[in-house]
């Protein structure tokens, strides 16, 4: 059973934005650091993002898979080539938070920018995705309520 939050069009919104909205502005910080080349100020701010990914991002989104995504399919059966797809998008932010580990176990900064800047890409267009079948459901839910 998910939080009746993740069923709430606004405020699963709000978590959304919030973790973007942090992910972008650490993405700027370590820009700057790495402009400066303050390499250790860099791997700080860059394991400081990986935290927000995990416990904002990957948190939620495994909440997602195991509640909110199956309540969606118990309302719409047709709906599991769409969470498939979702699924898939939280696949690739699990998997970019890895490349970022490997990036900055390899010191290599450029990388790690470039793969941040895919997390936060990736993350904000999952999100608009995901709000967007969150809309679609909401109806089918209201009928039989
Ligand atoms: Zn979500």
């Not at 900064?109 to 809309?135: C, I, K, P, Q, Y």
Request: with cysteine.
């Amino acid at each position: 059973m998910s939080g009746p939050g993740l069923w709430n069009v606004a405020s699963h919104h709000a978590i959304h934005d919030t973790a973007c909205n942090e992910m972008a502005e650490i993405l700027q910080m370590a820009q700057q650091a790495q402009i400066a080349e303050r390499t250790e100020v860099f791997v700080q701010v860059v394991e400081v993002f990986l935290q927000v990914m995990e416990l904002r991002v990957l948190v939620h989104a495994a909440d997602e898979e195991q509640g909110l995504y199956q309540e969606w399919l118990k309302i719409k059966g047709d709906l599991q080539p769409v969470i498939d797809q979702l699924g898939e998008e939280h696949e690739a932010l699990r998997h970019l938070s890895l490349d970022l580990e490997s990036a900055i176990v390899a010191r290599n900064s450029v990388r790690a920018l470039a793969v941040m800047t895919r997390m936060v890409d990736a993350f904000s267009s999952h999100s608009g995705h995901e709000e967007e079948v969150l809309r679609s459901i909401l109806p089918e839910r209201s009928k039989r309520e």
